[in-house]
């Protein structure tokens, strides 16, 4: 397959209403001379009430989302489609599949966007992640209490920016972090996003250790990383709000690497191939720990 020329390719950006990354992207496509074609999770009723010309797409129903985008993609072809965000990953990769375009796999997206199914799959290749265990949103936490390991860290199954993330190292804390994070998940802005992983509550040992994030391009399986980033500021809990970020990493060369490599054997575990990773590891004396795998940019400016 010939690369297309930069200068005349056509983008198609998918990304929500509610994010704030997505202009930094037109930004960057203008600069490079990239034409964009813009789908969003605006209004449909309304004329363009964002006054971008963003094609309107449910993504909360990705398969009927991947089906307008070819339609789109019919009248207005495009060489690639990136989205800005967890939201619309899997209509991204449908429609990708559909276009013939390079993509990752709907079922490694899903992977990725579901931590649950991504600590099974990781754990099944001996990956070395977290003991965890999931239970039903709706389960009596009382009744669960002394299942879990402790420290134990309770967190949403597709919630990103660590919203939602808890540490506890009683029965008491757990059994109210539980409570916390089921009302969080009840409330409405999430349960109209008609997305199951949110019917479940990931329950996983608490890892001790700096915390690093990594961001990268897989092209054909293949990580190219483009920065490891410290989290200099203690990150013990009992919540795991999103702080500063240092670059270059202060690691030794060899542990970054060894970061690197986890990360890509990882997404080929998971399946992904194709396009950007940001994936977060605690390091301590057993080495790289995965914490988060996905197949997005890095969240925020």
Same mark, same amino acid.
């Not at 960057?28 to 004329?47: F, I, K, P, W, Y």
């Not at 072809?77 to 375009?101: E, F, M, N, Q």
């Not at 199914?117 to 936490?141: E, G, I, K, S, Y």
């Not at 702080?243 to 202060?250: A, D, F, M």
């Given at each position: ?107 490694a997206v899903l992977s990725s966007h579901n ?56 029965? +008491? *804390?757990?059994? !109210?972090?539980? =409570?916390? #994070? ?6 409405? /802005?999430? %349960? ?59 690691l030794s060369a060899d542990l970054q690497a060894?970061?690197?490599?986890? +990360? *890509?054997?990882? !997404?080929?575990? =998971?399946? #992904? ?6 994936? /977060?590891? %605690? ?10 795998l996905a197949a997005r940019p890095i969240g925020?400016?």
């Amino acid at each position: 397959m010939a690369t297309p020329d930069v200068g005349r390719s056509r983008l198609m950006l998918l990304y929500t209403t509610t994010g704030y990354e997505a202009r930094e992207f037109i930004r960057t496509a203008q600069q490079l001379g990239v034409e964009t074609v813009l789908g969003s999770d605006r209004c449909d009723v309304l004329d363009d009430p964002w006054e971008d010309d963003a094609v309107p797409l449910r993504f909360e129903r990705p398969q009927e989302a991947a089906r307008r985008i070819v339609e789109v993609a019919g009248q207005q072809p495009v060489a690639a489609i990136l989205p800005v965000g967890d939201t619309p990953l899997l209509s991204a990769a449908k429609a990708s599949r559909a276009l013939g375009l390079l993509h990752n796999p709907p079922d490694a997206v899903l992977s990725s966007h579901n931590k649950y199914l991504m600590r099974q799959r990781l754990q099944a290749a001996f990956a070395q992640v977290p003991a965890f265990m999931c239970f039903p949103m709706q389960t009596d936490p009382r009744l669960v209490q002394h299942e879990v390991p402790y420290p134990c860290v309770v967190k949403p199954l597709a919630l990103s920016a660590s919203r939602g993330v808890m540490r506890a190292d009683t029965p +008491a *804390e757990f059994i !109210a972090a539980f =409570l916390r #994070l089921r009302a969080l998940l009840e409330r409405h /802005e999430i %349960r109209q996003k008609q997305d199951e992983a949110n019917e479940g509550i990931l329950i996983e040992s608490f890892i001790p250790g700096a915390e690093v994030a990594l961001e990268g391009l897989l092209t054909a399986g293949r990580l190219q990383p483009l920065a490891l980033f410290d989290k200099p500021d203690p990150l013990n809990g009992p919540f795991f709000e999103e702080t500063l970020y240092i670059t270059p990493s202060r690691l030794s060369a060899d542990l970054q690497a060894e970061i690197v490599r986890c +990360a *890509e054997q990882a !997404a080929l575990t =998971l399946g #992904l191939c194709h396009g950007p990773l940001h994936a /977060e590891f %605690r390091v301590n004396s057993q080495g790289p720990w995965l914490l988060e795998l996905a197949a997005r940019p890095i969240g925020g400016l």
